[in-house]
């Protein structure tokens, strides 16, 4: 009889998400928005771990540490629980957690590092699983949680709990811009008195190149300037990359206050970025591919 290997540790990556777009089309009678988004993963992201331990434990390291708790109402620690909780076993693990994405930018490092939670403690603790129970204690987490245990482009629909699976869109580089201030994404919601849109403009999305491009322009985010009422330097950041060479594309994403810029390539993104360092050396900047 062959023993199957005591795994000792597991380490999943938890990589942005991006909403190139985002449509406010309705509002539910419980006072929450109706969303259409276009999302799609990027290169960079948070790192987690998850070992063996007689108890629940998560440390939290990296640049972006300092403003989480570690309690019971992390969504780390909320997502442990409840997969725990599904298959009726103690939650015993300990888990790292290297936070290199600002907290509450618009980028979803909360429902991401969730969602990876839940991958690599379903592989440490060997559970029998489906992917549509793992969605269903995704959706208890958050609404956000489900796109991000796919890390797979998307549309997202409802209040983001409905993922429609997209095929490789085009490849493109993508700058990253932060100036390291927290959004609220109540607030921002809060502030959202724009009439909805029109339901139904991601249909048929394109996949080459050119019309991709031509597509993404004619598509917004509707929660820009509620975002810039609760956060006025964001219009800023978007002017500045507005003015960058080469860009193809600048939107704010989520309920900000990241933005983007989107290039043709990772060279051109890379190149936008030495040049914004050094001249905002306050702010997070970071070039990534988009994940196909």
């Known amino acids: 009889m062959l023993l199957q290997p005591k795994i000792k540790k597991v380490s999943f990556f938890a990589p942005v998400k991006i909403n190139l777009s985002l449509q406010i089309i309705g509002r539910r009678h419980d006072g929450f928005h109706l969303l259409e988004s276009l999302v799609v993963f990027a290169d960079k992201g948070d790192e987690l771990s998850v070992s063996k331990s007689d108890s629940l434990t998560l440390k939290i390291k990296g640049p972006f540490a300092g403003s989480l708790s570690t309690d019971k109402n992390n969504l780390v620690m909320r997502a442990a629980t409840l997969l725990a909780e599904f298959h009726k076993i103690e939650p015993k693990a300990h888990i790292e957690l290297n936070k290199n994405i600002p907290v509450s930018s618009g980028l979803g490092g909360g429902s991401a590092d969730a969602a990876a939670t839940l991958h690599a403690l379903t592989e440490l603790w060997k559970l029998p699983i489906s992917d549509q129970e ?23 629909e409802g209040i983001g709990e409905r993922v429609s699976r ?51 322009r004619d598509l917004h985010n509707d929660l820009t300037q509620a975002s810039i009422y609760t956060a006025p330097e964001i219009k800023n950041i978007l002017s500045v990359l507005t003015e960058l060479d080469n860009q193809l594309l600048v939107r704010l994403t989520g309920s900000g206050g990241t933005c983007f810029a989107l290039f043709d390539g990772i060279k051109n993104a890379q190149e936008a970025a030495e040049k914004l360092k050094i001249k905002f050396p306050g702010w997070w900047i970071e070039p990534a591919s988009i994940l196909t």
């Open 134 to 156: 793992l969605n269903k204690i995704a959706r208890l987490i958050g609404s956000d949680v489900s796109v991000c245990l796919n890390q797979k482009s998307a549309i997202i």
């Open 166 to 216: 997209l095929g490789n869109l085009p490849k493109f580089g993508i700058l990253l811009v932060n100036s390291n201030s927290t959004v609220s994404t109540q607030k921002v919601f809060q502030k959202y008195h724009g009439n909805f849109s029109v339901p139904g403009s991601l249909n048929n999305i394109p996949k080459d190149r050119e019309t991709f491009h031509k597509f993404l």
